[in-house]
């Protein structure tokens, strides 16, 4: 570690920083793991699902010339570029679905082993199959500035010719207020204030630009 800035290694060639939030984050959110062991064995597979999800952009990113690095802090992970190397609106939707896919692909492999082993589902599998799997189809929503609302951007940019930030925003707003409303009517109160964050700025972003 290294004070607050957390752990700093290089993995496949790429930086990596790993914030102290980032741990602190997954350690509530897995808090209803119980017992130390459950949460601790939460948050390692929080870590590397993470991780895996950044390198999938990462590893794509650096196939059409970027230079990539990956943080992950309290919200999740981001990967950025060293370079300025412009991209096209079809790199940028690849390079974007990259990340959820790796996630899809970890979880079809535990989900068709575990069928295969034909034993009883163990919390580590059912851990495995929850972050890759539905944090992913999670991450697709069109909203920004989750992976579906930035290739929602590159797709508008494709059919109209030009950058557009009003109708993401929009199409944002609509979706994170549905999801709000869902969460509460199952009472996921985390999830809730997740959409209702996502929607004040979106709402904000939308506003500012009319201005």
């Known amino acids: 570690m290294n004070g607050s800035r957390g752990l700093r290694f290089t993995l496949f060639g790429i930086p990596v920083q790993v914030d102290v939030m980032f741990l602190i984050v997954a350690a509530v959110l897995g808090w209803s793991a119980g017992d130390p062991a459950g949460i601790v064995m939460w948050i390692a597979v929080v870590f590397v699902s993470v991780l895996a999800h950044e390198l999938g952009h990462a590893f794509m990113g650096r196939s059409f010339g970027l230079s990539p690095a990956i943080r992950l802090y309290g919200m999740g992970g981001m990967t950025h570029w060293l370079n300025s190397r412009p991209t096209g609106p079809s790199q940028d939707i690849l390079i974007t679905l990259a990340g959820p896919c790796t996630g899809l692909a970890i979880g079809a492999a535990v989900f068709g082993l575990d069928r295969l082993l034909g034993a009883p589902r163990s919390e580590l599998i059912w851990m495995l199959l929850f972050v890759n ?64 964050m996502l929607a004040f700025t979106n709402a904000a972003a939308l506003v500012g630009s009319r201005e």
């Open 133 to 196: 799997m539905f944090w992913a189809m999670l991450n697709l929503l069109p909203i920004v500035p989750l992976d579906g609302g930035h290739v929602m951007r590159s797709v508008l940019h494709l059919l109209l010719g030009h950058p557009n930030e009003t109708i993401p925003r929009i199409v944002s707003v609509v979706v994170a207020v549905g999801a709000l409303a869902l969460a509460l009517s199952y009472r996921r109160y985390w999830a809730a204030m997740l959409a209702g």
